[in-house]
Each structure stands twice: as structure tokens, then as C-alpha cells.
Nanobody, 127 residues
Framework: QVHLGEFGGGLVQAGDSLRLSCVASGLTIAMSHMGWFRQAPGQEREGVARIDRTGGSIDYGDSVKGRFAISRDNAKTTMYLRMNNLKSEDPGVYFC????????????????????WGQGTQVTVSS
């Protein structure tokens, strides 16, 4: 059974930093594309960042470019999201997601591509 567990959310002030972690089990992470999405109340799920199975291809949502950094450590079956200079538009539930990539090299940005989802971790930013 596949399980994705997110850690590291919390309440911070605008301008602060947080690092989220996603620990995966039950899947071959080295063969899985992964990503972070977030969802604020009343809004659609938004792509934050995605990373291919090797960590060699990375992409970000426009609103977080230059502030967030996604990475992964396949040996630890863990993906990370370093969030710097958090802003008032960043709060929401942050979800970790993954999918066995097969032979596909690129990582689609749409949430429908991904198979497995974590329960999410709440990020709150106070101004």
C-alpha cells in the first residue's frame, strides 16, 4: 500500500521560511515523478513544484519561482519543499503527490496526472 506523509507545515510570519518533507512508502520512488500542490479554502488545487524521478528536471508554479525549491533524496524516499520569503498568498494545505512514471520523462503540471496523494499539511502565514 502506497503512503505519502507530509511534515513540516505550521504557522509562520510573512517573510519567514519553512521546509516541508514528504516521506513515501510502498512505491519505487526512484521510478516516480513527484510534486507539491496546494489548496486554499474555496480555491482549486494549484501546482507548486514538480520534480522528475531523478531530480534532474524541476519546474515551479509562477507564483513561487525564485522563492521555493523542490528536491528529493531517493535513498531516503523523501521529497522536500524549501519555502523562503513566505507571503500572504502562500497559505493553504500543501499536498505531496507521486506517480510511477514508466517511460515518460516529463512531469505534467496537472493534478490529474498523479496517482498518489498525501493527506496534506497546513501552512499558515500571518502578516
Amino acid at each position: 500500500q502506497v503512503h505519502l506523509g507530509e511534515f513540516g507545515g505550521g504557522l509562520v510570519q510573512a517573510g519567514d521560511s519553512l521546509r516541508l518533507s514528504c516521506v513515501a512508502s510502498g512505491l519505487t520512488i526512484a521510478m516516480s515523478h513527484m510534486g507539491w500542490f496546494r489548496q486554499a479554502p474555496g480555491q482549486e488545487r494549484e501546482g507548486v513544484a514538480r520534480i522528475d524521478r531523478t531530480g534532474g528536471s524541476i519546474d515551479y508554479g509562477d507564483s513561487v519561482k525564485g522563492r521555493f525549491a523542490i528536491s528529493r533524496d531517493n535513498a531516503k524516499t523523501t521529497m522536500y519543499l524549501r519555502m523562503n520569503n513566505l507571503k500572504s498568498e502562500d497559505p493553504g494545505v500543501y499536498f505531496c503527490t507521486a506517480r510511477d512514471c514508466g517511460s515518460r520523462r516529463e512531469v505534467p503540471a496537472t493534478p490529474g496526472y498523479f496517482t498518489y496523494w498525501g493527506q496534506g499539511t497546513q501552512v499558515t502565514v500571518s502578516s
